[in-house]
């Protein structure tokens, strides 16, 4: 940032400076997250950041947590979009109607869910615990379950975004 670019700090009023103290950045503990969050059986969500918590007008952030080989029940968001995050273990998301397609992550590895899919998490590990940093597209915490037979054998998807395609691959 210049001289140029950069606010007058000599011009700012101490009730300027109050404002930005108390409506700043807000740093939240990992040991102080908010339990007390719609679930989903099989899984343990706790908020960081929330309305409640930090005033997030337009986003809800947090963690999930599911023991070795355990797996959530069906359930959708609603309006919201998630991302999901892997940071240890190995996820396996099913998804569709009848959860009849499926997909893996493991760390560093993002996921996407948009508004209203049918969903289910689920650790591909009998060893360890999966974690992930789960983050949607407003400040409700909004967790739909449904209860769907899921189909027996579900279709493996690979995706491969427009972006990276092979060359010469249709789009």
Known sequence: MTDI??????????????????DGVRVIAGNQLDPNVPST???????????????????????VTIKPDAKT?????GHLESIIYVVRGRARMRWGERLQF?????????????????????????????ECVLVR??????AVNLDIEPAERPETVLWVDPI???????S
């Not at 969500?45 to 929330?50: L, Q, T």
């Not at 029940?73 to 968001?77: E, N, P, R, S, Y």
């Open 5 to 22: 670019d950069a606010p007058n700090r000599s011009a700012q009023s101490p009730t300027d400076a109050d404002r930005w103290k108390h």
């Open 41 to 63: 059986p099989g899984m343990d969500r706790k908020a960081a950041i929330n309305f409640a918590r930090a005033g997030a007008q337009k986003l809800w952030a947090g963690i």
């Open 73 to 77: 029940g069906a359930h959708h968001h």
């Open 102 to 130: 499926v997909a893996e992550a493991g760390p560093g590895d993002f996921i996407f869910v948009p508004p209203y899919v049918p969903h289910q998490e689920i650790n591909a590990r009998a060893d360890e615990v999966l």
């Open 137 to 142: 597209s407003d400040g409700e915490a909004i």
């Open 164 to 170: 990276h395609r092979e060359p010469g691959a249709k």
